[in-house]
Nanobody, 122 residues
């Protein structure tokens, strides 16, 4: 069973950039589709981005298209969420997730990290 650990969260000014790494262990990383989700206070967890097992196919939620990317490095067992032009309303807990066959829904992913907090000051 794969374990996921996110890091890189913190305080950033609106308009700034941040990169969140998620390191996987305990499984064969390249066999998992990886995703990022986020949950703002008082809101439901929402899809941010996903990347296929070999990295050739990505998909992004509409709010982040053109600003966020989701590269992965299978040699390092790591997937990243690269964020730029951050907005105050994107303050949230950001979660990494893994699935053998993933998609765009929370229920597609059986494995989750503990999350990392991103706070965007206005």
């Amino acid at each position: 069973q794969v374990q996921l650990v996110e890091s890189g969260g913190g305080l950033v000014q609106a308009g700034g950039s941040l990169r969140l790494p998620c390191v996987a262990s305990g499984g064969t990383f390249r066999s998992y589709q990886m995703g990022w989700f986020r949950q703002a206070p008082g809101k439901e967890r929402e899809f941010v981005a996903t990347i296929s097992r070999v990295g050739g196919i990505t998909s992004h939620g509409d709010p982040v298209k053109g600003r966020f990317t989701i590269p992965r490095d299978n040699a390092k067992n790591t997937v990243y969420l690269q964020m730029k032009s951050l907005k105050h309303e994107e303050t949230a807990e950001y979660y990494c997730a893994a699935a053998s066959v993933g998609g765009l829904r929370l229920s597609d992913y059986p494995y989750w990290g503990q999350g990392t907090q991103v706070t965007v000051s206005s």
